[in-house]
């Protein structure tokens, strides 16, 4: 039986700046999957509440959150590169989620999208117990760094736009320095933006299965969902 699934649309601050999110929740999910992207726009239409459908029919809560504002992402098209401001705004996300209680001790999964994943990268190398799982789409994980890469140790699946060869060569680079488990799924014909026919879909299924696996059972316990900033 599906879940009765109640979709809230919220700002979460970070710093100076209000993120735009909307969060899926019910009583009985099974864990909270966190869908980041540099910048989205109007997010129950975007692609990625596409994805996350596939995550709450998997029986999962979402939170899609774009982590610049209208304003950073028409002011200056490579802020998205900016892995430093990524990683703040990623930390004020979980911080955020750490103090709602229906959240705070939910199993907890991480889909990032292009630059956004080199910044999980750098906050789950420090503080693996953010999140259990990690999946990364058309990811930049090379620009988390060596170091980063190398202690990062939450299970990490990389899904790979086959006909991208630029984002290729450095993801395969990076990949290499993760000792953490971790899995390579190739798209031969998606590009970076997997916009291809059914290659998102066969993504999210990949996502998917990945959280089933190495996300924990979640805790039997049912309190109130998390209230939204106002």
Not at 153 to 158: A, E, I, K, L, Y
Not at 168 to 191: C, L, Q, T, V
Not at 213 to 218: G, N, T, Y
Not at 223 to 230: L, M, R, Y
Request: aromatic share 6%; with cysteine.
């Amino acid at each position: 039986m599906p879940l009765a699934l109640r979709h809230t649309d919220l700002r979460i601050q970070a710093d100076k700046v209000w993120l735009d999110a909307l969060q899926s929740h019910a009583p009985d999910v099974r864990g909270l999957i966190v869908l980041i992207a540099p910048y989205l726009t109007r997010l129950r239409e975007s692609r990625e509440n596409y994805v996350a459908a596939a995550m709450r029919a998997a029986g999962y809560g979402t939170l899609i959150v774009s982590m610049l504002s209208p304003y950073e992402d028409a002011r200056d098209p490579d802020v998205k590169y900016d892995v430093a401001l990524l990683q703040r705004r990623l930390e004020a996300v979980l911080d955020w989620l750490d103090q709602q209680p229906s959240w705070s001790a939910m199993p907890r999964g991480i889909l990032a999208v292009g630059t956004t994943a080199a910044a999980c990268v750098r906050v789950l190398s420090r503080a693996p117990e953010r999140a259990s799982a990690l999946a990364c789409r058309a990811p930049r994980i090379d620009l988390a760094g060596a170091e980063p890469l190398r202690r990062l140790n939450v299970p990490t699946m990389m899904m790979i736009p086959g006909a991208q060869g630029d984002l290729r060569a450095p993801a395969e680079h990076a990949y290499a320095f993760i000792g953490a488990p971790k899995a390579w799924r190739e798209f031969n014909e998606a590009s970076a933006g997997f916009i291809e026919p059914g290659v998102l879909e066969a993504a999210s299924a990949a996502a998917r299965d990945w959280f089933i696996k190495h996300l924990p059972e979640a805790p039997p316990v049912q309190i109130e969902a998390p209230i939204a900033d106002q």
